[in-house]
């Protein structure tokens, strides 16, 4: 199954609490249908020292996104859209912005 949304690529969060912002995308987890980007839904938990963790109290770090929250950023119209598939004639699947019919993937 060819993903949507894949590493590095830069999303916008269409709904929740950080509506409107974009970021880029650190990892997918495909089969629980997440994602994590930089700066995104950051909860803070507490933290107790460790060996391998000095820094203790409360840490904000990332936690995952759904993946039906977000959108692609087109990166010729700059504008969050859609993405459908297309078949080029030597065999690829290319991923295609719905809104400017531009390719995606190069």
């Known amino acids: 199954m060819a993903l ?5 690529d830069l ?5 929740g609490k950080d509506r409107g ?3 880029k995308v650190q990892s997918v987890m495909q089969k629980e249908n997440m994602l994590f980007a ?3 839904n950051l909860v803070k938990r507490h933290q107790r020292p460790t060996a391998t963790v ?17 959108k ?3 990166t010729q119209c700059n504008k969050a859209a859609r993405v459908g598939f ?5 065999g690829r699947k290319v991923r295609v912005c719905r809104s400017c019919k531009q ?3 190069t």
């Open 38 to 40: 930089e700066g995104l």
């Open 4 to 8: 949507r949304i894949r590493q590095n």
């Open 54 to 70: 000095r820094q203790a109290g409360i840490i904000s770090k990332e936690a995952p996104l759904h993946l039906s929250k977000v």
């Open 21 to 23: 912002k974009r970021a």
């Open 86 to 90: 297309q078949l080029l004639d030597d």
């Open 72 to 74: 692609l950023v087109c």
């Open 103 to 105: 390719m995606i993937d």
């Open 11 to 15: 999303v916008q969060v269409i709904s």
